[in-house]
């Protein structure tokens, strides 16, 4: 297929993840960060972190030269470059992210059927039961389809901050609030990486991405979150 002999690596997905690490470093990556974050917002002894916020953000923005000259390489510095200027390359690295664009625009306000999409049936859209599926159900079901996907997430997000607030226990509402920022995020990476808002990554659409280890994953946060629903009226003790 093009994308595979024209590509090279920059061009293929689903091998590496966020900045180029592997898929499941980058996993493990969004499960740092989410876990982070949660610790960060809920913690109930913490003073106003307004002024600590902006002070990591200013420092985020700082680092971003930094990590530019001395910490990515070449193939990294490129994906960017691809992702800001993919006409550059059509037919290399900048394949999948065109085709990307080229499937969801086509699918319109509602679709073109299912399995009717030309992207995807005709192999021109990559990894379409994996990374790129978003595009897939943009292009067979339309604006309303994704829009209708969007709401079944933020239904499942929702109910997860309810099981979060109702719980009693500091550390239940860790957990939840945890998993719900984890499940979030793989969401808006996916979805942005398939409209062409960031760069291509190997991050899967929950509940929707062909792959065992990427459902069972989720599973499991589920599972964690119904535990702390049964438990909601369980204290536990600080420093227990």
């Not at 900048?94 to 085709?99: A, P, R, Y």
């Not at 099981?163 to 945890?178: C, E, K, N, W, Y």
């Not at 991405?209 to 990427?214: E, M």
């Amino acid at each position: 297929m093009l994308f595979r002999s024209a590509g090279g690596a920059d061009a293929l997905v689903g091998a590496e993840s966020i900045l180029g690490v592997p898929c499941g470093e980058g996993a493990a990556f969004l499960v740092l960060v989410a876990g982070g974050v949660g610790k960060f917002r809920i913690h109930a002894d913490l003073p106003s972190l307004d002024g600590a916020e902006t002070e990591l953000g200013e420092l985020g923005a700082a680092a971003v030269p930094v990590a530019w000259k001395f910490v990515l390489h070449d193939y990294q510095k490129a994906r960017v470059m691809t992702f800001l200027n993919p006409e550059s390359d059509m037919l290399g690295a900048g394949w999948n992210i065109t085709q990307a664009k080229i499937a969801v625009g086509s699918g319109g306000a509602a679709g073109k059927g299912f399995l009717q999409g030309t992207q995807s049936r005709l192999n021109f859209l990559p990894e379409k039961q994996t990374d790129f599926i978003f595009t897939v159900l943009g292009e067979e079901f339309g604006l309303i389809g994704l829009m209708f996907l969007m709401g079944l997430y933020l239904l499942l997000l929702m109910q997860g901050v309810n099981i979060a607030m109702d719980t009693r226990s500091q550390f239940g509402r860790l957990v939840a609030m945890g998993v719900c920022l984890n499940f979030l995020l793989y969401i808006l990476i996916n979805t942005s990486m398939s409209m062409g808002l960031i760069p291509v990554v190997g991050i899967p659409l929950p509940l929707v991405s062909y792959g065992g280890t990427a459902l069972m994953t989720v599973l499991l946060g589920f599972g964690l979150l119904l535990s702390v629903q049964v438990h909601r009226n369980v204290e536990i003790p600080r420093g227990a």
